[in-house]
Structures are given as C-alpha cells and as structure tokens.
C-alpha cells in the first residue's frame, strides 16, 4: 500500500485547508485509514481515524473543526481543515493499516505511512 499526501500549505488563523491522501491498490476499503500530525520539537500524535466500519474517532483537539473522510472511488482519504489554529501547525501523515472494523489508535498498528505535507497556520 502506497500513501502520498497533497494538500498543505500555509494559511491564516482561522482559515481552512483540506489534505488529500491517494491510496494505492483501493486499499481504503480494507483498512483503517487515518491522519497524524508531528508539531516542531513535539511527539507525532493521532488526529483523526477512519476504520473500515465507517467509524469516525478525533483527538479532542480537533473535534468539530475537523473531518475525516473517504472515497473509495477516488481512492482518496481526505482531512477538512477548519477554524485553524496555530497549535495545528505541523507536518501531517496519512497511515493505514489492514483492519476490519474500528481503528486501534495505537501507532504501532499503522504498517503504511505517507511521506507527510507541510501545514502551517500563523
């Protein structure tokens, strides 16, 4: 499974950015897809997971100004950006792991990692 992310950029407090995460082999149907994100000098952390169930999990962070979503026939995973805030500056990555189900968050799960996009809100 091939995971390459497009998307990021730089934008204004409060502004809007949508990632994009083409998924190789339609592999998003088999798998628990998800976004993570690494600020400067801190620790990758989870954003938002998407299991093969359908079921949608967010850090608390990000609840209601982000969405994680899917479209298999695109074979694309997409994370809507809105209301930013400078704490969600960072290098964001798509990751998927073969799973039925719900996601484990667990980083250790995720055998598939894009090669990250830049986003930066100042």
């Known amino acids: 499974v091939q995971l390459v992310e497009s998307g990021g950029g730089s934008v204004q407090v409060g502004g809007s950015l949508r990632l994009s995460c083409r998924i190789s082999d339609n592999a998003g149907s088999r798998h628990c897809m998800a976004w993570f994100r690494q600020a400067p000098g801190k620790e990758r952390e989870g954003v938002a997971y998407l299991g093969s169930s359908g079921t949608k999990m967010y850090v608390d962070s990000v609840k209601g100004r982000f969405t994680i979503s899917k479209d298999n026939a695109e074979a694309s995973l997409y994370l809507q950006m809105n209301s930013l805030k400078s704490g969600d500056t960072g290098v964001y990555y798509c990751?998927?792991?073969?799973?039925?189900?719900?996601?484990?968050?667990?980083?250790?799960?995720?055998?598939?990692w894009g090669q990250g996009t830049q986003v930066t809100v100042s």
């Open positions: 990751a998927a792991y073969l799973a039925a189900g719900d996601c484990n968050s667990s980083q250790d799960n995720f055998a598939y």
